[in-house]
């Protein structure tokens, strides 16, 4: 019996897609890209720090006095070929390290310079509606009558009443006359 090309019982259950067909499972240890991210960034700071060049600086004078003196024999003769491969070795293997630290930290400056755009134009987002806001509130506030307005227009209110009253002159109390005498 001839199996079909596309017969499940070859391929087998495919409800993993997340590796293509024919990969074959991954031995050993997996590569934590972001552990070694911050390894690399130990180890660029600690190249950076005063203690690992004195430390050098200690182990490269014991080194040459060693050679010269001769004290263990000459293991390193005079070119100090061998410490001068130590150091490329060092320089090969530090400078992507620092590389890569360099790269992760300007990621992350990237990111807060993002965040702090966001926040900014949120911040002025803010800032404008609340501008808005007072000045639709000092434009509301200028239609609104306050106390001071209402005594200026009493006061101007008596002035015109007083102006426009028609001065009728007051009737004069009427005097008692005497009672008229027959005469």
Do not use: C
């Amino acid at each position: 019996m001839r199996m079909s090309i596309l017969s499940p019982r070859r391929f087998g259950d495919r409800s993993d897609l997340s590796a293509p067909r024919g990969a074959a499972p991954r031995v050993g240890a997996r590569y934590d890209a972001d552990a070694f991210g911050q390894m690399s960034e130990r180890i660029a700071r600690f190249l950076g720090t005063g203690r690992f060049l004195a430390g050098q600086t200690v182990i490269v004078i014991i080194w040459i006095a060693l050679n010269t003196a001769g004290f263990l024999g000459h293991w390193d003769p005079y070119p100090f070929i061998l410490l001068n491969l130590a150091f490329s070795t060092q320089a090969a293997y530090a400078a992507p390290l620092i590389l890569l630290a360099q790269n992760r930290q300007d990621d992350r400056d990237r990111a807060n310079i993002e965040r702090d755009r966001e926040v900014a134009a949120r911040t002025q987002a803010d800032t404008e509606f609340l501008a808005r806001e007072l000045a639709a509130v000092r434009l509301a506030l200028a239609d609104v009558v306050t106390t001071a307005d209402l005594d200026e227009r009493m006061s101007q209110l008596e002035k015109l009443l007083a102006d426009r009253q028609p001065r009728v002159p007051r009737p004069k109390p009427a005097r008692s006359r005497p009672a008229p005498t027959d005469r």
